[in-house]
């Protein structure tokens, strides 16, 4: 591979290739504010988990497929169509006349956002010298901070309804949004990447492929949204959710014993085994998976910390956020510009997870009675922990490989993170409702509980005494629809009755709201303190990695070469 390109030409495609990746990591913050309007118009509460998991199997899935594609068929080809793809995905999603559509689009888009992840880190690779690599995969790094502002507060914007010149916006532009920056990096991706190709005759491994995506999209399956996808599957067969996941857990074992049969045969294997006898490769894989969890695990509970907790709003709950974002934003650029200048990356990696683990366990310390300043003090540690790490990784796995191996080897990196993500907030997830519920004992006998269990509002938002119906009861929505619906009521009764059933009503809210966020600021320490752990873990892990020397580019030579 010799593409001499000069500065300008290499600066056009990355700003390219990161407004791609931009987009990829906006979507999945974006569409969390846009759920509430499509499940109302479609009137589709049951199908809400698909809209969200669709995306998910098909990103995951793709990822090591399009890594390994683009070593055999060149960047550039790989990386248009995935943008080709992702920004139809959301042209259909965005124009979608039922819930069925919009799953189905969802599911294509995911495909483009999987091709554009696992190009995107790779390219960096493909331009630029090894010690260069770093302010670059910082950048990237910052790209996925941003994003994490961005797309809460656009979403809320967008489904607000505005109007642009004649045009009102709802949900669906949360998709269409996408489309002019896809059309735009589409075409400059196409102008100035060179094909960053590597001279061999490409043999795609189908079989491979295949058995991959059966491992990866039941496993998914397995953890995220099981019960809530499964429901009609498990009543129709007469199984209970173990035995579903056994089932399927089965499934992904059998997978994966058959991959590795058909790829220690394969002339170009999806799946390179030999990647797994690289000690360092193992180590950055494990230390990927941990990284994703506590990193997906800490943004998503402290923005349901900001809003059970002070009460704070979807929108302002992301605000809430600025100083973990803040944090990693300038870690993420500040530590690339330093692995550029001394060529380096362990020590910077240990530090960046000491203060993550530190950060993550300070998170316990947080009460309901806490004042804001101390979280946002201790989330821009988090945030510094975040930012150090999240380019190392992808610059350490780069550093073990050859140049037509890096599309896989990346790749494969992601894979781990976004699998640690997945089965790390499920893990979260359970641990939060087994908290609350066994926190919360006499629930059933709740005076504002069994008020609210006549709410056809609250109906709409599942059994009454589950523990995310219960959190979803304490939003200032619903607390303010509970009560308006109470003041219609007693309209009618004369006003001193009127007035004793609505003192008395609020008076049972507060306790309630009191109840629910002793038990949720309790279970969110369990979370708090595993997700430390991981991070702990993943320092730990740290230690074992043998250290390459990353090499600037000489007078005389291109990267990749």
Known sequence: MNH???IRS?????????????LVALDQTIISTALGKIVQEFNAFSSLSWIVTAYLITTTITVPIAGKLSDLFGRRNILLIGVAIFAAGSLFSGMSADVGQLILWRAVQGIGGGIITANAFTIVGDLFAARERGKWQGMIGAVFGISSIIGPLLGGFLTESHNFFGVVTDWRWTFFINIP???????????????LKHENKPRVDYIGAALLALALGTLILAVDNTASIFADVMTALSINLLQLRIIMFTIVAVSITALIWVEKRAKEPIIELSFFKNRNFLLVMGIAAFVGAAMLGSILYLTQFNQ???????????????PMIGGLVVASVVTGQLVSKFGSYKRLMMIGFVVGTISLALLTTLVPTSPFLQEAIIMVGVGVGIGVAMPLLTIAVQAEFKQE???QATSSSQLFRGLGSTIGTAVFGSMLTLGITAALPDMHQDAYVQQLSQSSEVKKLGDIYDANTLLNINTPTMKQLANDAVIKQVQSLPEPVAKKVTDTFQANQDTFNQKIINAFAQSMHSVF???????????ILTLFIKERVLKAATADETPGE
Do not use: R
């Open 4 to 6: 001499h390109l000069d």
């Open 181 to 195: 920056v896809g059309i735009a990096a589409f075409t400059i991706i196409a102008i100035f990447c060179p094909p």
């Open 405 to 407: 191996e890096l599309g």
């Open 10 to 22: 290499k600066l056009i495609i990355m700003i390219s290739v990161m407004a791609s990746l931009f």
């Open 308 to 322: 059970q907790v002070f009460g704070a709003s979807p929108t302002e709950s992301g605000l809430m956020l600025l």
């Open 529 to 539: 303190m595993v997700t430390a752990g991981l991070m702990g873990t993943a320092f």
